[in-house]
C-alpha cells in the first residue's frame, strides 16, 4: 500500500512539470528552496542514468503497466517509466 501512495506522488509531480526545488519543513511548516542538485533529465535511458550518476544504492522491483520502476540515489531518487526518466525527486537520505 505505501509503495502506491508513493508511486501516485512521483507520478503526480511527474506530471506537474520539472522544477529545481526541494520541500522543507521547518517547525511544523513545509518550506520550498531551489536546489542545485543535479539530477537525470527526463527523457533520458537507464544506461545512461548509469553511466553518469553510477550504480544506484538500491533498484525497486517494476510496478504496473506501463513499468514503472524507482532507483534511490543519495539525496534523490529517479523514476522510470520503461527505461526512460519521468522524473527525478531530491529526497532527505
Keep these: 500500500m505505501r ?3 508513493l508511486l501516485t506522488l512521483l507520478l ?4 506537474s512539470g520539472t ?3 526541494e520541500t522543507v519543513v521547518v517547525n511544523d ?9 543535479q539530477r537525470p533529465k527526463r527523457g533520458i535511458s537507464m ?3 548509469e553511466r553518469q550518476f553510477g550504480a ?3 533498484k525497486h522491483d517494476t510496478v504496473g503497466q506501463p513499468p514503472i520502476t524507482r532507483w534511490d540515489y543519495n539525496g534523490f531518487c529517479v523514476v522510470f517509466e520503461k527505461d526512460r526518466v519521468i522524473d527525478s525527486v531530491v529526497t532527505s537520505g
Design 3 to 5: 509503495s502506491r501512495q
Design 12 to 15: 503526480g509531480l511527474a506530471v
Design 19 to 21: 522544477a529545481l526545488a
Design 29 to 37: 511548516q513545509v518550506q520550498v528552496r531551489e536546489s542545485a542538485l
Design 47 to 49: 544506461s545512461d542514468v
Design 56 to 58: 544506484p544504492l538500491s
